[in-house]
């Protein structure tokens, strides 16, 4: 059985930083790109970006209000990826999900849904 | 990036009818080499994870109940179930998957 289990959530100031964590099992991790995805409160779902295979170098792709602020990583040893935010705004206050894809990729594109999500873990920015 | 537009908002279907959702993309996500239409319908209720019931536009993931069903090309998407049942109550958004950055509806509230 598949599983995704999200941690590290929690109340940070703003501008502070927080790094997220994605436990996955019951698949072959080290051959899956991964995404992060967020939703705030009652509110829609926002991508943030992914991180594609050791053999794709890791490449990464980050949503447009992410960029630069956000890093995505993974440890295939560890079945983990993780998201790192930085200068994080009252703003990015959400449920963060990890999630695995189905789809394919071709040359630099993913083409990818969403087959499996974790729980989430929800981030609060605030003072 | 493509702007995914979900009509209506919310709405409210007696048990055992019909229910449409419809999805409009800023530009289109059908690729002209392979025919296929980059979208997927996903169903979220409350406190849980999104769950896929739709890709490809029309491809039902396996498990979804057959009243379930997409369809639509270039721009404009229609999810609809068929016969509504209780435990379809719920959020449905579309994503389109042609290009980075993915991005989602907004949500259609379902309710009865």
């Known amino acids: 059985e598949v599983q995704l289990v999200e941690s590290g959530g929690g109340l940070v100031q703003p501008g502070g930083s927080l790094k997220l964590s994605c436990a996955a099992s019951?698949?072959?991790?080290?051959?899956?790109?991964m995404h992060w995805v967020r939703q705030a409160s009652g509110k829609g779902l926002e991508w943030i970006g992914q991180i594609r295979i050791k053999t794709k170098n890791y490449a990464t792709a980050y949503g447009t209000s992410m960029k630069g602020r956000f890093t995505i990583s993974r440890d295939d040893s560890k079945n983990t990826a993780y998201l790192q935010m930085n200068s994080l705004k009252t703003e990015d206050t959400a449920v963060y999900y990890c999630?695995?894809?189905?789809?394919?990729?071709?040359?630099?594109?993913?083409?990818?849904?969403?087959?499996?999500w974790g729980q989430g873990t929800l981030v609060t920015v605030s003072s | 990036d493509i702007v995914m537009t979900q009509s209506p908002d919310s709405l409210a279907v007696s048990l055992g009818e019909r229910a449409t959702i419809n999805c409009k993309s800023s530009?289109?996500?059908?690729?002209?080499?392979?025919?296929?239409?980059?979208l997927a319908w996903y169903q979220q209720k409350p406190g849980q994870p999104p769950k896929v019931l739709i890709y490809w536009s029309s491809t039902r993931e396996s498990g979804v109940p057959d009243r379930f069903s997409g369809s639509g090309s270039g721009t404009d998407f229609t999810l609809t179930i068929s016969s509504l049942q209780s435990e379809d109550v719920a959020v449905y958004y579309c994503?389109?998957?042609?290009?980075?950055?993915?991005?989602f509806g907004q949500g259609t509230r379902l309710e009865i």
């Open positions: 994503q389109q998957y042609y290009t980075t950055p993915i991005t």
């Open positions: 019951g698949f072959d991790f080290s051959a899956s790109p």
């Open positions: 999630a695995r894809p189905k789809g394919f990729c071709l040359n630099d594109a993913c083409y990818h849904w969403f087959l499996s």
């Open positions: 530009q289109s996500v059908l690729n002209r080499s392979n025919k296929e239409n980059y």
